[in-house]
Nanobody
């Protein structure tokens, strides 16, 4: 059994920052790829960022490039998402995800590439 737990969500003003963390636990769990997705009310879940734990190579959605940074702490089995210059349109529930099999880079932004998901953490940006 693999469990992903997100933390760090909250309410901030536009232009502010938040740092999300995702802690992974599970017996002998060694993910290949970890990602962040988000879902705003009435909208489909969308890719935010991912990181390959082997390289580690980050990959970002265009909408967050230059503002968000994804990082990994292998010793703690934790992936973080530092979010700066936040905008009201960043408001969403943010989900952490993990893939247990190798994923071609071109598919790292697809929700179908991930096997495990967290429960999500709410991020609200006020204007």
């Amino acid at each position: 059994q693999v469990t992903l737990v997100e933390s760090g969500g909250g309410l901030v003003q536009a232009g502010g920052s938040l740092r999300l963390s995702c802690s992974a636990s599970g017996r002998t769990f060694s993910p290949y790829l970890m990602g962040w997705f988000r879902q705003a009310p009435g909208k489909a879940r969308e890719f935010v960022a991912s990181i390959n734990l082997s390289t580690p190579s980050p990959y970002y959605a265009d909408s967050v490039k230059g503002r968000f940074t994804v990082s990994i702490d292998n010793a703690k089995n934790t992936v973080s998402l530092q979010m700066n210059s936040l905008k009201p349109e960043d408001t969403a529930v943010y989900y952490c995800a993990a893939a247990r099999q190798p994923v071609p880079p071109q598919y790292s932004d697809g929700y179908y590439s991930y096997d495990f998901w967290g429960q999500g953490t709410q991020v609200t940006i006020s204007s």
